[in-house]
T-cell receptor, first 111, second 118 residues
């Protein structure tokens, strides 16, 4: 079955640095990958979507890459701020319209 | 409001009781999804609605779980004879319909119902 793997360990970085989160997938090759942010006690919030024929997508301080050879997506937050502290989820469609989510990576930005 | 609304936000019940969870999607979103999230875990897909029909209910863990959607809008997830392993946050999301072979529409989530079975 399809699996999305994210580093389950928390990522701690210093304010102002670039945070890089990794998402790896197996088996099925998705046409799209989506990234979401989830704060404690809240539902996930959509951030970015990248298509398989796009190498890179940017939105303000966020950048997502999609490498279909490595079966990997990287999510970058530049000039990170304490307010960026949250859990970030990678997700892909699996042909049935619902999304398969990774377990998320918790980011902690220290002031 | 403009977002997805879920109720109740919290539900505590005794083992063996039935519970109903409600989801009000964003107006105009024909696709609706239910997910379950256990503590520290990722989201587990339960069921997908397109309009009032459920073309994919493969994620429902047992026949104690059922869901319906009426008027292409409100959806209710029902869990009968609740068990302790049903304790989790139940999340609802809605979206426009995806085109192509994969999901390419952002999903908009409610804040979930936190279900605790004593």
């Amino acid at each position: 079955s399809q699996k999305i793997e994210q580093n389950s360990e928390a990522l701690n970085i210093q304010e102002g640095k670039t945070a890089t989160l990794t998402c790896n997938y197996t088996n099925y090759s998705p046409a799209y990958l989506q990234w979401y942010r989830q704060d404690p006690g809240r539902g996930p919030v959509f951030l970015l979507l990248i298509r398989e024929n796009e190498k890179e997508k940017r939105k303000e301080r966020l950048k997502v890459t999609f490498d279909t050879t490595l079966k990997q997506s990287l999510f970058h937050i530049t000039a990170s701020q304490p307010a960026d502290s949250a859990t970030y989820l990678c997700a892909q469609g699996t042909g049935r319209r619902a999304l398969t989510f990774g377990s998320g990576t918790r980011l902690q930005v220290q002031p | 409001g403009a977002g997805v609304s879920q109720s109740p936000s919290n539900k505590v019940t005794e083992k063996g009781k039935d519970v109903e969870l409600r989801c009000d999607p964003i107006s105009g979103h024909t696709a609706l999804y239910w997910y379950r999230q256990s503590l520290g875990q990722g989201l587990e897909f339960l069921i997908y609605f397109q309009g009032n029909s459920a073309p994919d209910k493969s994620g429902l863990p047992s026949d104690r779980f059922s869901a319906e959607r009426t008027g292409g809008s409100v959806s209710t997830l029902t869990i009968q004879r609740t068990q302790q392993e049903d304790s989790a946050v139940y999340l609802c999301a809605s979206s426009l319909v995806s085109t192509g072979r994969d999901s390419n529409q952002p999903q908009h989530f409610g804040d979930g119902t936190r279900l605790s079975i004593l």
